[in-house]
């Protein structure tokens, strides 16, 4: 039950030369874009890997999209052969996987430049980055140049959070671009159609504004259709009230109204779109706490409910569906959020935005955060919403992207060693053993930022020499730990060759 | 039972100017030391705090000023009442907890510029800042600088890891600048005594060493009494081999002599200094795991094993210990480190390096070992000792010293508010207060890190009217969630004024 199985998949990976001649291959999230690429113009788009196989199914007049379609109807697709090689798994289990709504590969078939990946517990942790301008500034290239720039780190979906000018043009060229699913918050721009009166919004407005980005090929979607009416005096009592921004919206829509929630009321609709194109939902936790104070309280936890509610909706129409999670969650709060989400929503993927574990470092929340996002991850969590730098401060600058991408590799990464994922280990054993052995080339190689390693280290050592120095400034030649055990095990071993 | 009852203790605390005028006290790591003095002159050295209170003791002729000995006879000493203002807790409270060795307050007769702090977990998470020059650089100006600064940003007590030149005089002026306890490895120093050459190290030139750092009024020594001869071949099958240098130090000199560890076999001797001057043990972890795939393994634990051993000899001498530990340490494997520390070694207090949580990321290990830490410290560690960017790389410059204090500061603070301890989430709640009043200044100044927060917020919208606007460049002004609350809440309670 293979679509086009004489198709043959290429899937790149990022290739890492070691000093014996041997490469450590490892995902790629940049795909086949390469950012060293100095002529790249933006207006080009990338390669359409997926049009022929998208072509097929128009032209045999499928009706749904998604993969989850695909999936009950037990058709093993390209996309899902494509993310099997990716995370050297079976095709077939890859499809147990999204029949069963435990992962997801966002997809829209209007986005062919996509190279799919898949969102699961069973599957590598995932990161988003967020880009996308605001009212205060930058420019189409830039937010171009930081999507490249998010992929090039390591970041494996995308999302556009703009809501400034050129919200539909900066959003086109994105997806142009992008060999990741993009995913978006759709209300932003249909509030800026109502010039940002909440109040005027309504379902055909909202629908519409769907329609036109799901025809750009937007592959998820954040829906905040939890944000109930009732729930709204829930957060009376909290410090930060509601800190999503289209959980706000919509409150403000349903008080004001004294009406329900029209993504609620009218989610069938959305249905219909999110078929039609194979979006995946993003069910938005516009009640997720804003600070710690807030966390695991009643208004938390009913949206939740409804989330799972509104899963089983999708699931019925066989549309695909990821899981909004928190924010601002203490240590000892943080599994509570995993179990229950596990539970209402029949493990469904979750992704969470972080969870900072204090609010007390802005200046420092991609740390804050990266420590509750690797512990949720570990729990489970399916994918990690980064957190810059820049959080609670301002619009993250490309350092910025960065460092909230490289923190957030390193969350999902401990959490994939932690479960044991094949083969996320094996990167960590070749950089301490490269490292135990003074290959100083290959530390640097395998690290996730090379060039900061090697920074650092020629900070005070830069001779070339010092590449293959059995110490370096941390303690010194006669203090270097490492080269004291080598010096041991030599002697060791010549120790008990002369007693044969 | 108190002595010196009629002293009158003042407690420095950090202490926040808030807008509304009222003012946030905070535990100070620098205690009476100021950061802004800029006529400090580090050959002066600073208040002597405990001069008098020690001056009695000698005077009364004690033979033991261990904190655990006075425990031990009900004797509140003014070092356990400092400590409980600091903790806001019973001076019986810590007395209690000394005398069970559930936690240390480390403290040399001869360092009474000390201002005392306690490590144990009932008591707020502390952190440990290393400092000291290596063979490849820094003066003792350098050095000092590095102790003053690493305080001003939070550390709760600094070793000195120095093993190049002036290492002696190097000490000397840390300790005499120094409010915080002062740790050291006195094995190097021994080591610099016999020209680098392991295997001429004795007892006697190790009690020598001891004595003149006792002398000078070093508070806590690590002492890798545990690596036990035969242990050293359970380190053969490792990646990284032997990675403390400490460990690979009496590794070298067991294996050359085939000797049981001169430490362990003379640890009475050690004893007799350690009371003399009042001195700590840190039982060092001589064969702790250099990489996530030698983490829990089986000289790692029966290391540990021996570490209990050793706890429980140097109680029975009223001496006061804590243990330290892991280093690489996968998530999934955590706990267990904590669980057999607290059996084997009866909840003396636990001191770890991170743990690290992956390898892959030289040159962010402050990121990849704060995950780690504020995991352990939440299970009930003590005291976290941080790690630089630069670790495995090279020598920690002044930014690298903040940047991995504030990483710390931030793991501690979270586990102190996962655990409950009084008040710590009072800073969060402030914080986030502030933060949805958009009170910018205040939310800086509650910050650990105001200048950087400022500075971010700054980046984009840097003019004075800012710092009261209902909104930042993250989300801009018509998307900001916290602004469209409180908006919410203003109409809500109209609306209800209304009704009555
Ligand atoms: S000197 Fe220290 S940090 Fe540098 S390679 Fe040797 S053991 Fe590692
Ligand atoms: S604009 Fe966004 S980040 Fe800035 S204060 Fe408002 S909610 Fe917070």
Same mark, same amino acid.
């Given at each position: 039950m293979t679509e086009n199985t004489q198709t043959q998949l290429h899937v790149p990976q990022n290739e890492i030369q070691l000093s014996d001649g041997s490469t450590f291959k490892t995902y790629r999230t940049a795909g086949s874009l390469c950012s060293h690429d100095d002529e790249f113009d933006y207006k080009v788009g990338i390669n359409k890997l997926r049009k022929h196989w998208i072509e097929e199914r128009l032209a045999r007049g499928d009706e749904n999209h998604s993969q989850m379609y695909y999936a009950k109807k037990g058709q093993i697709t390209n996309e899902m052969r494509y993310v099997a090689i990716r995370e050297g798994v079976s095709p077939e289990f890859v499809l147990n996987e999204i029949k069963i709504g435990r992962a997801i590969i966002p997809s829209n078939r209007n986005h062919p430049e996509l190279e799919p990946m898949i969102i699961g517990k069973k599957f590598l942790v995932k990161i988003n980055a967020?880009?996308?301008?605001?009212?205060?500034?930058?420019?189409? $290239?830039? $937010?171009?140049?930081? #999507?490249?720039?998010?992929?090039?780190?390591?970041?494996?979906?995308?999302?556009? *959070?703009?809501?400034?000018?050129?919200?539909?043009?900066?959003?086109?060229?994105?997806?142009?671009?992008?060999?990741?699913?993009?995913?978006?918050?759709?209300?932003?721009?249909? *509030?800026?159609?109502?010039?940002?009166?909440?109040?005027?919004?309504?379902?055909?407005?909202?629908?519409?504004? *769907?329609?036109?980005?799901?025809?750009?090929?937007?592959?998820?979607?954040?829906?905040? %259709?939890?944000?109930?009416?009732?729930?709204?005096? #829930?957060?009376?009592?909290?410090?930060?009230?509601?800190?999503?921004?289209?959980?706000?919206?919509? %409150?403000?829509?349903?008080?004001?109204?004294?009406?329900?929630? &029209?993504?609620?009321?009218?989610?069938?609709?959305?249905?219909?779109?999110?078929?039609?194109?194979?979006?995946?939902?993003? *069910?938005?936790?516009?009640?997720?706490?804003?600070?710690?104070?807030? %966390?695991?309280?009643?208004?938390? &936890? %009913?949206?939740?409910?409804?989330?799972?509610?509104?899963?089983?909706?999708?699931?019925?129409?066989?549309?695909?569906?990821?899981?909004?999670?928190?924010?601002?969650?203490? #240590?000892?709060?943080?599994?509570?959020?995993?179990?229950?989400?596990?539970?209402?929503?029949?493990?469904?993927? &979750?992704?969470? #935005?972080?969870?900072?574990?204090?609010?007390?470092?802005?200046?420092?929340?991609?740390?804050?955060?990266?420590?509750?996002?690797a512990m949720i991850a570990w729990y489970g969590t399916a994918m990690l919403c980064y957190v810059t730098p820049k959080e609670h401060l301002g619009l993250p600058n490309k350092q910025d992207v960065k460092d909230g991408v490289i923190a957030y590799k390193i969350a999902a990464h401990a959490a994939d060693v932690a479960k044991g994922h094949p083969g996320a280990k094996e990167r960590d054993d070749l950089l301490s053993k490269a490292r135990f052995e003074f290959r100083w080339e290959d530390q640097f190689a395998l690290s996730l930022d090379p060039e900061l390693a090697r920074s650092y280290h020629d900070e005070t050592l830069p001779q070339d020499g010092m590449k293959k120095a059995h110490f370096c400034s941390m303690c010194g030649p006669s203090f270097c730990s490492m080269h004291l055990t080598q010096e041991l095990r030599k002697e060791e071993d010549e120790r008990s060759l002369s007693k044969n």
């Open positions: 967020n880009i996308g301008n605001s009212a205060l500034g930058s420019s189409i $290239e830039e $937010e171009v140049e930081k #999507l490249r720039w998010s992929l090039h780190w390591g970041a494996d979906t995308v999302m556009d *959070l703009s809501t400034g000018k050129n919200i539909h043009e900066t959003r086109e060229w994105i997806i142009r671009n992008a060999p990741v699913p993009i995913g978006t918050v759709p209300l932003y721009q249909a *509030l800026e159609k109502v010039k940002g009166k909440a109040e005027n919004l309504n379902i055909d407005i909202f629908i519409e504004t *769907l329609i036109e980005q799901a025809e750009q090929g937007v592959d998820y979607f954040t829906i905040h %259709a939890g944000v109930l009416h009732d729930y709204v005096a #829930l957060t009376k009592k909290r410090i930060t009230g509601i800190v999503s921004r289209g959980g706000s919206i919509m %409150a403000r829509w349903c008080l004001h109204h004294k009406k329900e929630n &029209f993504l609620y009321e009218h989610f069938d609709r959305i249905n219909e779109v999110m078929k039609k194109y194979g979006v995946s939902y993003s *069910l938005g936790d516009g009640l997720r706490p804003g600070c710690i104070a807030d %966390a695991n309280d009643e208004a938390q &936890f %009913a949206e939740l409910k409804t989330l799972g509610e509104l899963t089983k909706k999708a699931w019925a129409e066989d549309i695909q569906v990821m899981v909004e999670g928190p924010g601002h969650v203490p #240590l000892n709060l943080i599994e509570e959020n995993m179990r229950l989400q596990n539970e209402i929503c029949n493990e469904a993927p &979750f992704y969470t #935005l972080g969870p900072l574990v204090t609010d007390i470092a802005p200046g420092y929340d991609h740390i804050t955060s990266a420590i509750g996002a």
